[in-house]
């Protein structure tokens, strides 16, 4: 019976710390994305801080790394865990709504906009375009992996007893 | 004396028989929600506006080309709608359930079921918001650095009533995110 309750608090654990991970190396590889190439006679530069969406995406997923990471040290049966599904609640919506709106804008910069007479930009800059994806699949990992802390911490505010029953 | 004593019992048990109490103010700001995410999907999705431009003159008559701007040439606006749609069904479902629901007997699942819904539209609300928010700030700020040039300055009145539909959209958000608070609390079980 204790041992159910232990596979319980290191699974949870593991996800909390796999959550920390994937919105770190989000950062980390949007951050790094930086690509220069010279299509027909300009020099065209292409970083993540031109565009405000991806400013967003990374500060979004630098605040919940820094989360992420203090609240790996609270421990399981402290009366904070309600403040915890408060914010577990909060930065999900801001994961998600930073997901949603980079992504929005890379697939402007993949596909262009032919009504708006903008074209795509990835054809000039395949690698940053390659490393912005895959910041987004890592963000889009992190956003899943919240949805499920939410869920469990949620759970854990409503049934006090889950890690004491057998 | 006995017919007052008669009388005493008769007021004692017309005491209230126990009913459970209803909540108005979850149904209030259901309701308001659910204006709030109809009204921003309706204006996102009437927004339209032609325009004629003057390409070129040859001699005295003057070519017009018309250019129409429509929500449905942004796939970002597109999933505004949607989202928002889904999101006004979902509140209409739930004023219903709030209303003609203490009939039906809620067992099992069903409790821990409308709180799940209010935190999937809510998802779904703030995701197609921010879609929107950074696809109409990129519409009216262009971006220099792409080559992308700025559509408001020529489409004034389609980007006013995008702003106004994303801030019926925030404000929708706002009232979700109280109601999940809510509808969550009363899962507690009752000490």
Redo the contacts between chains.
Sequence with gaps: MESIAKARKICHLLLRFLAFGATLSAVIVMATSHEKASVLVFQ????YS????FK?FVIANSVVTVYGFLILFLPPESLLWRFAA?TD?VF??LL??????A???A???KKG?S?????P?CNSVPKFCNQVTGALVVGAIAVIIY?LL??NS?HRV??PLIFRKC | MASRNVEKLDLSFSAVPDKPKKDWVIVYLRILAFLATASATLVMALNKQTKHFVVATIGTTPITVSITAKFQHTPAFIFFVIANGVASLHCLMMIGVDILGPQFDYKGLKPVLIPILDMMSLVLASAGDGAATFMSELGRNGNSHARWDKICDKFGSYCNRGGAALIASFIAIILLLIITVMSINKLKPKK
Aim: negative net charge.
């Design positions: 065209v530069e292409a970083k031109h565009t405000p969406a967003y408060a609640m999900t919506m998600v709504s930073s997901i949603s709106a992504l929005a804008i697939q402007v910069g906009n009504h708006a007479a903008w074209l930009i949805m939410l869920l949620i409503l049934d």
